[in-house]
Nanobody
Framework: QVQLVESGGRLVQAGGSLRLSCAAS????????IGWFRQAPGKEREFVSA????????DYEDSVKGRFTISRDNAKNTVYLQMNSLKPEDTAVYYC???????????????WGQGTQVTVSS
């Protein structure tokens, strides 16, 4: 069993930066792929970024490429999402998820956190 807890979300002005953290429990964390998703009010959950089990492979949704960076520290059982040059359209609840395959679709991810709110004001 893996439990995920996101943190770091808050209100920030456009152009600002945030670093989200996804802390995991469980001995299998270092073998899991981790994805970040977000969901804005009235919209479907959408893929943001993902990282392979060893950090050697990453993927980004086009709108965040060059602004967001995903990384992981397996010794700390934590994945990070550094978000720079934030825009109002980045406003959403951000979720981290863990699974055994790397994918942009939420279905295959087996474990999910409770989410952290990111609000970007214009």
């Amino acid at each position: 069993q893996v439990q995920l807890v996101e943190s770091g979300g808050r209100l920030v002005q456009a152009g600002g930066s945030l670093r989200l953290s996804c802390a995991a429990s469980g001995r299998t964390f270092s073998r899991l792929y981790i994805g970040w998703f977000r969901q804005a009010p009235g919209k479907e959950r959408e893929f943001v970024s993902a990282i392979s089990w060893n950090g050697g492979s990453t993927d980004y949704e086009d709108s965040v490429k060059g602004r967001f960076t995903i990384s992981r520290d397996n010794a700390k059982n934590t994945v990070y999402l550094q978000m720079n040059s934030l825009k109002p359209e980045d406003t959403a609840v951000y979720y981290c998820a863990a699974g055994w395959v790397v994918t942009r679709t939420p279905g295959p991810y087996r474990y999910w956190g409770q989410g952290t709110q990111v609000t970007v004001s214009s």
